[in-house]
């Protein structure tokens, strides 16, 4: 698929966001990858992850399973990638939410001087690896969240995956990608993001009612752990299970309130600080004092 059209797809997805009567739907696009292209790179939970993620929206929020689109393994490559995020900005309209969920590898790689305008100063682009290794690079979720943020969307985007040099997840241990695995990983033209970017600049003030948040597994300077047994009974992330287990508990605790018991709940697991430190950023205080994910209000 040629990445240009891909991504001119992309753009008229985001348009046709702001189309149709507000409705209070929820639509979930939910990522696992835990086989990836080559024989040294694979993960254990991310799938189980996902599949888990998408059962708490059906039972605790309401939402149907048709308004999710799930992508495990192969089917997580850049084609599958770009239609699924294709189908989630054209379904949600107005007054809707929409959900990102992710768990497989994440990575760092050099801000290229064909870059897009990356104002990362470190100089790296903390990325999304998809199966294929296509990488995704992060400004992407920037750029639908401000979007959302002035389009009456509300967005959530949660990460199980770290950005330091690379991440592997096995048996309670990271292994990152070797430098030839890391070779191998391709870029989805960085530069094509530019007219997406500047159309999401040309928007009008926020609404009253557009937000978003982000929930990231780690800082960016760390890796993430996968469980080989987790509290769960299978392999999971930590993050991802911290994160069932809190809303287990309680699906409808505020986002501020969620955040502290993920971390909480890492720890009760034995996961340090030092090793790994979930990271939240909330487009305003009052999107902090809302749960995470509302209830779906389908009729």
């Known amino acids: 698929m040629n990445i240009k059209s891909v991504f001119s797809t992309l753009t008229v997805g985001v348009a046709m966001m702001m189309c149709g009567a507000a409705r209070a739907e929820t639509y979930a696009l939910i990522i696992g990858i835990n086989d990836y292209e080559g024989d040294d790179s694979d993960l254990r939970g991310c799938v189980n992850d996902a599949k888990a993620f998408r059962d708490l929206l059906v039972s605790k929020y309401d939402v149907p399973l048709s308004n999710t689109r799930n992508l495990y393994d192969d089917s997580a490559d850049v084609e599958g990638f770009v239609e699924g995020m294709k189908w989630l900005l054209q379904s949600a309209s107005p007054g809707d939410q929409i959900v990102f969920f992710y768990s497989g590898h994440g990575v760092q790689l050099d801000v290229g001087e064909d870059d897009d305008g990356s104002d990362a100063a470190d100089g790296m682009d903390e990325c999304l690896v998809l199966s294929d290794l296509n990488c995704v690079p992060d400004n992407l979720f920037g750029m639908i969240g401000n979007y959302c943020l002035e389009s009456n969307i509300r ?33 989805m033209g ?17 609404s009253d009612d557009g937000s978003f948040a982000y929930m990231f597994a780690s800082r960016e300077d760390q890796t993430s752990i996968d469980l080989g047994v987790s509290p769960l009974g299978r392999p999971h992330g930590a993050f991802t299970c911290a994160l069932l287990l809190a809303l287990r508990d309680d699906p409808d605790v505020t986002s501020s309130e969620l955040a502290a018991a993920v971390v909480t709940k890492l720890r009760d697991i034995d996961i340090p600080e030092d090793e790994q430190q979930p990271t939240f950023e909330f487009s305003s205080d009052a999107r902090k004092d809302e749960p995470l994910i509302l209830h779906d209000e389908t009729e």
């Open 190 to 206: 960085r530069t094509s993001y530019a007219p997406i970017r500047a159309k999401m600049r040309k928007k009008g003030a926020a």
């Open 155 to 187: 967005a959530s985007f949660l990460m199980d995956c770290c950005f330091s040099g690379g991440m592997s997840r096995a048996d309670a241990r990271v292994k990152y990608f070797s430098g030839k695995g890391k070779r191998a990983l391709k870029s």
